[in-house]
């Protein structure tokens, strides 16, 4: 791996960190990222040449706090809040003589501070959800255009807009408590399960599966889980994402290629997270007689997670609580894996009927998954020019050059 590879994956893991053990200390979410992208910048400057430190998680968090106390001293208007930040930040600097005997303290309640203040009601829903993504994701603004299924311009404006809200208000950088933390719950948990996806299936780039992603998904969730152990919604993500988890040692091949659900090696399932998933999953059963949509997401993946073979899967248990998630949470890719399990569990015509129903839909224009379903239902009723055609459009719409690759391979077989 080069250096500049081994700076970008440092990058991802320890860029939500920085900000925000930054954003606690500046109470501004945008000055905390750009400090953060100044650390990054002098390390693909200095680490090329001088080599990885043995702590880059450290070296980046001294060199933006220096930067951050740089900042304010050349201020020429050192006054109110600034003076503020300058005596938080000498604080801290008089507090953290070992810096990377810090690094672990309280990272898991600024990392929760920063997800509930990126998604304060003063922001509209879809804002809310760029931002968290971009701040504790690492996502760039194409990665999350893609994952809204908007243009790269107006993923780039939420973003923007939503930073300039969030220091217009002075929003406090806290965990709410209360009420206010259950009404914002439901977005946190759409920055979550948003960020579990793009690692998933990567939008962009050369890997099908970024496990970095996911990774960190299923840590928020799960520190969500710890701090709210009684919120169903809460505790079916994190078994939905246990569960889907532990397919990746089958989800690729041996070069990275994507391996598709039904023809995975089920024995290379990582087992333990299953039983994991399950007993989570059994025990958010517990906790309410109506399931929300993660929860109805958790029992489909439960129900693939218990078929020992492919031909094992009950698809029209599956059918019926895609039904149900239509009803609970309405969306063109609900549909879409509706009509998937459809055409499983009652034949391809019944599954592509639902498709045809989407090709006007405004919000798939330029997605490759509706072309995708389409495709592979016309193979399974043998309209194989047709089929052909269909993947060879999903391929040209994929940002993911393993996913390309191989619905190019699908329209060629």
């Known amino acids: 791996m080069t250096a500049t590879a081994t700076i970008e994956a440092v990058w991802r893991i320890e860029q939500p960190k920085l900000t925000a053990r930054l954003t606690r200390y500046l109470r501004d979410i945008g000055l905390a990222e750009e400090i953060a992208g100044d650390a990054f910048l002098l390390a693909l400057e200095r680490w090329p040449r001088d080599g990885i430190p043995r702590n880059p998680a450290a070296w980046l968090t001294e060199v933006a706090r220096n930067r951050a106390l740089d900042r304010l001293r050349r201020s020429t208007m050192i006054d109110g809040k600034h003076r503020e930040l300058a005596i938080d930040l000498a604080e801290l600097e008089r507090e953290m003589p070992d810096i990377e005997a810090a690094l672990d303290e309280d990272i898991d309640d600024d990392l929760l501070r920063l997800i ?192 020992m073979t492919s031909a094992d899967t009950d698809w029209i248990a599956i059918s019926a609580y895609y039904q149900a998630l239509a009803l609970a949470a309405p969306s063109p890719i609900v549909e879409i894996n509706r009509a998937v399990a459809v055409g499983m569990a009652f034949g391809p015509a019944q599954g592509l009927a639902i498709v045809e129903a989407l090709k006007d839909e405004p919000r798939l224009k330029d997605s490759h998954l509706l072309p995708t379903v389409r495709g592979d239902l016309l193979e399974k009723q043998g309209h194989q020019t047709e089929a052909r055609a269909a993947f060879r459009q999903a391929a040209e719409l994929t940002g993911n050059d393993r996913e390309r690759a191989l619905l190019l391979a699908r329209a060629g077989d």
């Open 116 to 307: 509930f203040t990126a998604c304060h009601p003063v922001l509209p829903a879809e804002q809310r959800a760029a931002l968290a993504l971009r701040l504790l994701g690492g996502l760039s603004t194409l990665e999350i255009a893609r994952a809204f299924l908007v243009p790269e311009a107006t993923a780039a404006q939420r973003i923007v807009r939503a930073k300039r809200a969030l220091r217009d208000a002075a929003i406090p950088f806290e965990t709410p408590r209360g009420q206010e933390r259950r009404e914002r719950l439901a977005a946190v948990l759409e920055v979550v399960y948003l960020i579990f996806n793009e690692g998933y299936v990567a939008t962009a780039g050369p890997d099908w599966l970024r496990a970095d992603l996911c990774g960190e998904a299923l840590r928020l969730g799960r520190s969500l889980a710890a701090l709210m152990p009684d919120e169903p919604e809460v505790q079916g993500l994190v078994s939905l994402m246990e569960l889907n988890a532990s397919r990746f040692p089958a989800r690729t091949g041996k070069a990275g290629e994507p391996i598709l659900l039904l023809d995975q090696d089920r024995t290379r399932w990582n087992w333990s997270l299953i039983r994991r998933g399950l007993d989570g999953l059994n025990r958010a059963m517990t906790l309410t007689s109506t399931p929300g949509p993660y929860l109805l997401q958790a029992m489909i993946a439960a129900c693939h997670a218990r078929a």
